[in-house]
Nanobody, 129 residues
Framework: ELQLVESGGGLVQAGGSLRLSCAASGFTFEDFAIGWFRQAPGKEREGVSCTYFRDGSTFYADSVKGRFTVSSDSGKDMVHLQMTTLTPEDTAIYYC??????????????????????WGQGTLVTVSS
């Protein structure tokens, strides 16, 4: 069975840091791009990052650029999202999933992989003010 499993969510104060992890089972990251998405209450899902493991490149949404960093454990099919300088606006359920970067209206955005869509169960991040 193909699975993605997130961990690491929780409650943190504004200005703090949190690290999320995503582990794969049943497939290897090298064959896909893996990203982080988030959905805040009452808002649309937002693509936060997308990492292409074949070349190691990572795209970040403007909303998190400079604050969030993606890393991976070589050979373990695990990817991490290090989040720093968190604000209450970062409060959301965070999901890892297969991803792709597309250009929409002149802007690059992270979207789910339309050819192989796979999601983790999500992990809640709450940032208190």
């Amino acid at each position: 069975e193909l699975q993605l499993v997130e961990s690491g969510g929780g409650l943190v104060q504004a200005g703090g840091s949190l690290r999320l992890s995503c582990a794969a089972s049943g497939f290897t990251f090298e064959d896909f791009a893996i990203g982080w998405f988030r959905q805040a209450p009452g808002k649309e899902r937002e693509g936060v990052s997308c990492t292409y493991f074949r070349d190691g490149s990572t795209f970040y949404a403007d909303s998190v650029k400079g604050r969030f960093t993606v890393s991976s454990d070589s050979g373990k099919d695990m990817v991490h999202l290090q989040m720093t300088t968190l604000t209450p606006e970062d409060t959301a359920i965070y999901y890892c999933g297969t991803c792709a970067v597309h250009r929409r209206a002149g802007t690059e955005v992270v979207e789910p992989d339309r050819y192989f869509e796979l999601w983790g169960q999500g992990t809640l991040v709450t940032v208190s003010s």
